[in-house]
């Protein structure tokens, strides 16, 4: 590990409209949804975007952050690729391992477990942990029908896919996601690596924005780093304090952004701040700093 790495506190507020943020393939790909109603993203299909614009050597977006950061792509590689070689993955040691694929330094790894049996062969548990992303308020699902010029199915004459448009109408979801510093030492982690995390982060959506995913994008990325590796505030209140609430408690599904108390967020944030002073950074919103 090249230089220290403090634990690091944040959340994603993540602002579904007319979309379907993360599919169900138990379900046909609906939006995923919880029992209660409420919307969920998975941390693993995050992950995977973030992956991607690691993986995309060619993009402006990573010419310009390895630019800013004086990233080499040796060293950037990207483990869980279409293009990787299972074969010769193992035959790498596991430092080797570690210096090539920043995926495997910053998320771990089980891409191996099964093959190698040595215990320093993969990293099962990385530097950064996602956790689940969930809608704050039940989300509505509609559920459409797509239609084209050309057929989309043989024995139609017309181009019509029934219920192939599945759409959260709106939702906003909190993900937070963690900097255990103690892993770094496991996987050489570095706080380039980090930084690299950080500046892709605001960028996932919008980089990878689909049919099906036209309007998800994060309306705020949170981020507090803590002024020493094993933490100096906790962690509960920090989450708490940037979740925005409902202004009408009457209704139970949000329409939009504008349902929730900017206003008493935006006071909080700055609470919170008065309570870091000391112990932790200010609060960054990552999506100030595009």
């Known amino acids: 590990m090249n230089e ?3 634990r690091g506190t944040g959340l994603l507020l993540i602002d579904v409209t007319n979309s379907n ?15 209660d109603k409420r919307g969920e993203i998975s941390p693993v299909s995050f992950k995977r975007k973030l992956r991607d614009l690691v993986d995309d050597k060619e993009s402006w977006l990573w010419k310009e952050v390895a630019e800013e950061l004086g990233l080499d792509q040796e060293g950037y590689e990207i483990l869980e690729s279409k293009r990787t070689q299972r074969e010769e ?11 090539k694929y920043w995926d495997v330094r910053v998320f771990g790894t089980t ?11 993969f990293i099962a548990t990385g530097v950064v942990q996602f956790g689940l992303g969930v809608s704050l308020n039940p989300i509505r699902v509609e559920r459409m029908t797509t239609t084209k010029v050309m057929p989309v199915e043989d024995d139609k004459s017309k181009g019509m896919a029934p219920l192939a448009y599945r759409i959260v109408s709106y939702g906003l979801y909190a993900m937070p996601f963690f900097i255990n510093a103690t892993a770094a030492q496991k996987t050489h982690c570095t706080a380039k690596d980090i930084e690299l995390l950080l500046r892709l982060i605001p960028h996932v ?6 049919y099906i995913r036209s309007q998800v994008d994060l309306r705020h990325a949170f981020y507090v780093e ?10 509960f209140k920090i989450i708490e304090m940037l979740t925005p609430h409902k202004k009408n408690t009457t209704s139970e599904i949000a329409l939009s952004w504008h349902d929730y108390d900017s206003e008493a967020l935006a006071a909080s944030v700055a609470e919170l701040n008065q309570l870091l002073v000391g112990k932790a950074a200010p609060v960054r919103d990552l999506m100030d700093c595009l």
Not at 23 to 30: A, I, L, N, Q
């Open 111 to 121: 891409f191996l477990e099964g093959e190698k049996k040595e215990s320093k062969t």
């Open 21 to 35: 943020p993360n599919g169900d393939p138990d379900r046909d790909s609906d939006p995923r949804i919880r029992q």
């Open 4 to 6: 220290m790495i403090n």
């Open 226 to 235: 803590h002024q020493r590796p094993r933490g100096t505030f906790n962690d």
């Open 205 to 210: 959506y919008k980089e990878t924005a689909s």
């Open 89 to 99: 993955v193992r035959k790498l040691t596991s430092d080797q391992l570690l210096a």
